[in-house]
Each structure stands twice: as C-alpha cells, then as structure tokens.
C-alpha cells in the first residue's frame, strides 16, 4: 500500500453540487469561515501535526483542489467537519479520498456526528472515526497514536474494534481551557478575508469577519442541538478575547467583527473588562454580537456601544407567549420587547432572530409574530423554518407532533420538512412569505435600508450588484418553500 504522510486534510463540505451554489442566493448574502476548522489547524499544528483546509462552501469548485492535495501531499488522515445538511456531501468526499488514497483514515466531526454517536459508524462503514464533543485533544491524541487499533483508549472517539463492533469511549471529563488556544488559523483558509462576507446590511465596513469567543449555553430550548458542548459554558477572558481583535486587525486589517457567539453577554465582568479595553485601548473596530433579554440592561449596553458595538441579536423565536413557553425557558415577551426598546435607546441596530414552525404553530399564532415583531423597534430580523436536528430535546418526538421528512440534505432552515399538527406545508409556505413581505414592505423598513447608503454603502454596492438574484429569490416559491 502507498506510504502516506503523517498529515491532516482538515475539510468542510459545500453539501450540494457546485452547480447548484451558484444558484444559492444565500451563498451571496452570507459566507461564514469555518471558525471550528481554523481553530482546530491552530492547534494541531501546536502540537507539530502538518495540516491543511480546504473550506468547500466557499469554494464550490473545491473538487479539483481536493483531488490534487490527495495526489500530492498523500494525508494519513481526511478530517471532515459537518452539519446535518452537509453530512452526505462529506460521505461522497469520503468515498472519492478512499479511492484516490485506499489507505487514508477518516475523522468526521461536528454537531450532527456528535449527536448521532455510534449510529453513524454502524450505518456508514466507509467512515474510519467520528469525534463526539470538543475536537481539539481528542483529534491529536488520535493522530499522534496513528489511528486504528488505538482508538479505544482516546475519550471522545466512535471507533470499530478488532470484531467490527462500534464502540463509544465516552464524552471527555474536562473541556479545555479556551485561553490555552492559539489564534484560529486563518490563513489556512483560501482567500480570507475577502473570501468571507456577512449578512448584508449588518455591517458597517470592510474587511470583516466572524469571530467565537465562548463555547456552550447554559440553557436548554427545546429547538437546539447542544450535543457537543452539551449544557456547560466557557469563555475567553476579556484581555484574550480583545488581543484576538488586535491580531486580526494587524494581520488582516479586519474593521468589524460578528461575535458568533450563543449568549455573548452571559458573563457580565467579563463584557465590562473587554469594554473597557476597548474603549482605553480604542482598536477602531466595531462589533456585532447575540444576546439573550435576561442578560442585558442599560447601562452595559452604553458600555458596548461606547465599545463599538454596531449591532445587536437577539432571539425572539415567536411572538406567541403560550407557545414561546413550550420551547425555552422565562418566556416573558414584555420583558424581551422592553429590552429591544433598551438597546436602540443605547443606539444599537438590533436584530430580531425568530423561526416558523414549531411544535404547536398555528396560523393565528404566525399573525401573533407578526403583530409582535412590527411592533418593536427593530432594524431587522431573521425568519428560518424551524428544523428539529438531531441532539436537540424536541428531536426524541418530534414524528408525535406533526409529520417530518427526515430528508438530511435539506436540514438547513431552509425548507419546511416538519409541518406542525393542523398546519400544511402550503399554508406554512404562503404565510412565510407573508411575513417578510410584509416586513419589506413597511415604510419605515424601507427608510431605514435607505439610511444603510450611508452606514454600510458596501452592503448597498453588493445588494445592487445581485439585485436580479435577490428580487428572483423573494419571488421564487420553489427555494423558499420545496
């Protein structure tokens, strides 16, 4: 067998065929950096493994790189990254890699592998490994050991044994110290910054960027997979986290940061520390994040925005009380509207998170969401069609509420594959539509993309240059609804 050398191909899959991305309008909006593959090629190479990424969404003509990479450097090891949606896109790269190199070894990791444990060896058997959990020790201790038969001693591996039966090691006792961790390896990915875009209008310049500065929730909604990280929460401190704004705006003179993180202001001194750096210590960058209602008051949110912050999210989930408190915790909407009211009194864009669909939606609870949210104050919103992955507590019984097509490839929020008891997809489809529509269609909502000339002219620049593509999308049936 040919000799293979002792590195990482470190990979994220596009989840569709490449001819299918250039008609993704939502590859036009937004293009995320892997920040979980860039984080662990940092880390591995820390420790003195070789590795390499290749990030397939945002190069959809990816396959030739793959194919050459595999013929020139001969990887020991093929590390695939995955959601749900893009799980059998990594299979179909799996199956090429295995050709090409017969003696490679596949890692596959991610939240959808994480959740699904052993399940995923048993019914992919072309796949060598999956780690569930924290990559970062587990993925070295496994490359370090060589691979097969070494696998049952690593925490955090799904492995065969010598019978062919698939064993889990169990979670890892101790999450790592995230202060411990290099910087993400962003020059690994082909491209960046530029390569990269955030959602237009939420922005104010460039070059930007996305950012993860924590690891967990302490919260348990019905609707969110935590099955690698599971309940627990860690953060960087704030002198780390503002050294990372420093390096990125060194090194790539990055502008504005999107701090991906689930709850941002979860810890408060550690958000007065980080605020007070950057207001003593002015980096001229400024910074979105996402909060939950609990977590915020007045006088933190004049901190960040003194700080920078340009733009504020938050999850609204549904403007029906009844049916908010069957799916996440304190579901006070009184209290979430006066916090909105809050942070534009701060003079913060804000930014309403909601998904349509849950268990127990009714089309009197959608007018309710709507009635809500074009109530508040909010600059804009995010509307995705509720998706129960797996790992998330509504997963368990979710066939008991309505019908789901459990149809992997379309797991993305994009399509309505769970309609609620009461509900058809049709009907979901039309007041989908109904609600950005409206939305777009408000004067005020008008007014303030008129008043993004002069905030974010780049977001303008890029609306008009893929206007044809995003008035097509708004009237498509097929791609917001099939």
Same mark, same amino acid.
């Given at each position: 067998m040919e000799k293979l050398n002792n590195k990482i191909l470190l990979l994220y899959p596009l989840g569709y065929s490449s001819e299918a991305a250039n008609l993704d309008i939502t590859r036009k909006a937004n293009i995320m950096p892997p920040l979980g593959l860039a984080s662990m090629a940092s880390y591995l190479e820390k420790q003195g493994?070789?590795?390499?990424?290749?990030?397939?969404?945002?190069?959809?003509?990816?396959?030739?790189?793959?194919?050459?990479?595999?013929?020139?450097?001969?990887?020991?090891?093929?590390?695939?990254?995955?959601?749900?949606?893009?799980?059998?896109?990594?299979?179909?790269?799996?199956?090429?890699?295995?050709?090409?190199?017969?003696?490679?070894?596949?890692?596959?990791?991610?939240?959808?592998?994480?959740?699904?444990k052993e399940k995923v060896l048993?019914?992919?058997?072309?796949?060598?490994?999956?780690?569930?959990?924290?990559?970062?020790?587990?993925?070295?201790?496994?490359?370090?050991?060589?691979?097969?038969?070494?696998?049952?001693?690593?925490?955090?591996?799904?492995?065969?044994?010598?019978?062919?039966?698939?064993?889990?090691?169990?979670?890892?006792?101790?999450?790592?110290?995230?202060?411990?961790?290099?910087?993400p390896a962003y020059e690994k990915l082909a491209g960046y910054p530029a390569a990269y875009k955030l959602p237009i209008f939420n922005y104010p310049k460039t070059p930007n960027t996305s950012c993860i500065s924590s690891r967990g929730c302490p919260y348990a909604c019905s609707y969110c997979d935590r099955s690698v990280f599971q309940?627990?929460?860690?953060?960087?401190?704030?002198?780390?986290?503002?050294?990372?704004?420093?390096?990125?705006?060194?090194?790539?003179?990055?502008?504005?940061?999107?701090?991906?993180?689930?709850?941002?202001?979860?810890?408060?001194k550690r958000v007065e520390e980080f605020t007070r750096l950057m207001i003593n210590r002015p980096l001229n960058m400024t910074f979105n994040c996402a909060v939950r209602a609990e977590h915020i008051d007045l006088e933190l !949110?004049? *901190?960040?925005? +003194?700080?920078?912050?340009?733009?504020?999210?938050? &999850? /609204?989930? =549904?403007?029906?009380?009844?049916?908010?408190?069957?799916?996440?915790?304190?579901?006070? !909407?009184? *209290?979430?509207? +006066?916090?909105?009211?809050?942070?534009?009194?701060? &003079? /913060?864009? =804000?930014?309403?998170?909601?998904?349509?669909?849950?268990?127990?939606?009714?089309?009197?609870?959608?007018?309710k969401s709507m009635d809500y949210v074009f109530s508040l104050p909010i600059d804009d919103f995010n509307l995705s069609k509720f998706t129960p992955f797996p790992g998330s507590p509504?997963?368990?019984?979710?066939?008991?509420?309505?019908?789901?097509?459990?149809?992997?490839?379309?797991?993305?929020?994009?399509?309505?594959?769970?309609?609620?008891?009461?509900?058809?997809?049709?009907?979901?489809?039309?007041?989908f539509q109904k609600f950005y529509k409206t939305h777009f269609m408000r004067p005020k909502t008008i007014l303030g993309y008129v008043k993004m000339i002069w905030r974010s002219p780049d977001s303008w620049i890029r609306f008009i240059r893929n206007a044809g593509d995003f008035i097509k999308f708004a009237r498509s049936d097929n791609r917001l609804g099939s």
């Open positions: 493994i070789e590795c390499a990424i290749i990030d397939c969404f945002a190069r959809p003509d990816s396959d030739r790189m793959i194919k050459d990479y595999l013929s020139e450097e001969k990887p020991a090891f093929l590390g695939i990254s995955c959601t749900t949606s893009s799980f059998f896109d990594g299979v179909r790269i799996t199956e090429y890699a295995k050709q090409c190199l017969p003696g490679i070894q596949v890692v596959f990791g991610g939240p959808h592998v994480s959740a699904l048993m019914d992919y058997p072309i796949i060598d490994f999956t780690v569930v959990g924290e990559g970062e020790q587990t993925l070295v201790e496994l490359l370090e050991s060589g691979g097969h038969g070494e696998a049952a001693r690593i925490p955090g591996m799904v492995y065969r044994d010598d019978s062919g039966e698939v064993c889990f090691t169990g979670y890892r006792k101790k999450g790592i110290e995230l202060d411990s961790l290099p910087f309940r627990s929460f860690r953060f960087n401190s704030a002198e780390y986290l503002y050294e990372h704004l420093r390096y990125l705006k060194e090194r790539f003179n990055i502008r504005h940061i999107n701090f991906y993180d689930d709850q941002f202001t979860f810890r408060r !949110l004049r *901190m960040m925005k +003194e700080a920078g912050c340009w733009m504020v999210s938050l &999850g /609204i989930e =549904t403007g029906d009380e009844n049916l908010l408190s069957q799916h996440r915790q304190n579901a006070d !909407l009184k *209290m979430l509207a +006066e916090k909105i009211r809050l942070i534009k009194k701060a &003079g /913060i864009r =804000t930014k309403g998170l909601l998904m349509m669909g849950l268990p127990g939606e009714t089309e009197e609870s959608i007018q509504i997963y368990e019984d979710i066939h008991e509420k309505g019908t789901f097509n459990e149809d992997w490839e379309k797991m993305d929020c994009m399509h309505f594959l769970f309609v609620p008891d009461g509900m058809t997809k049709e009907q979901m489809d039309k007041l």
